[in-house]
């Protein structure tokens, strides 16, 4: 008569998998804030460029608001204070938009901050082998991985593009000031100004996520023996 090996309470039934653990978002966001202060001079200069790239949109932006703010006010005087600035206005126009050129100087900084950022992002990948090795032999998923990831890049780009956008429209009303003295801040519709920021704070966020996201499905998908082998 053979005797079984009582089966410890905790263990799984024959055949299933035990539960696996999931580390909390609060612990994922812990461990990003820490990574991004270690390697804090990296990620400024990661941040930098979409920082510059924000700003760019949110002067655009903000500066067309106080153009448009100007018009607002029906004064003949102001119109051609305008035009006489620079300002393409059509016979009762009342608003003007940004101007193609703008437009595609403004799409390819923002192409440029992506580039920026992938690039920028891969050589973290590759700096961070052993560490995501070594973090998949103790059990991390691919999920977890690409999460911690996300974010970092969540952190930055949220930083980054705050900075940005408040910069920016810091620097549209100064050189709105300067242009067209204090009317430019008195007949300013404020809230397109905020519509204006909000906007360059999103794509700021946007920018930095889609930036991110091919080098955290490179790292993810890393398998950690290869991670471990790689010699720096």
Request: positive net charge; contains cysteine.
């Amino acid at each position: 008569m053979t005797s079984k090996a009582p089966r410890h309470p905790r263990a799984a039934p024959p055949g299933q998998i035990r539960r696996q653990v999931v580390l909390p978002l609060g612990k994922s966001v812990q461990i990003a804030f820490t990574s991004i202060r270690v390697r804090f001079f990296r990620s400024l200069i990661t941040t930098m460029s979409l920082v510059l790239a924000v700003a760019f949109l949110s002067y655009v932006n903000v500066t067309t608001d106080a153009v448009n703010g100007l018009l607002a006010t029906g004064d003949p005087a102001w119109r051609q204070v305008l035009e006489n600035s620079g300002y393409d206005l059509a016979p009762g126009a009342a608003g003007v938009g940004s101007s193609p050129k703008q437009r595609w100087i403004v799409g390819l900084s923002l192409l440029v901050c992506v580039v920026g950022i992938v690039n920028a992002q891969l050589m973290a990948v590759t700096e961070r082998f052993r560490e995501i090795g070594t973090m998949k032999c103790l059990g991390a998923l691919d999920r977890f991985i690409l999460r911690l990831f996300l974010l970092e890049a969540g952190m930055q780009g949220l930083a980054g593009a705050l900075a940005g956008a408040l910069a920016g429209a810091a620097g549209a009303l100064a050189a709105g000031m300067l242009q067209f003295g204090g009317a430019a801040l008195r007949c300013l519709p404020w809230g397109s100004v905020g519509v204006s920021v909000a906007a360059s704070l999103a794509v700021g966020c946007f920018l930095s996520l889609l930036g991110v996201l091919y080098p955290a499905l490179v790292a993810a998908r890393m398998q950690p023996v290869e991670a471990m082998r790689v010699e720096h």
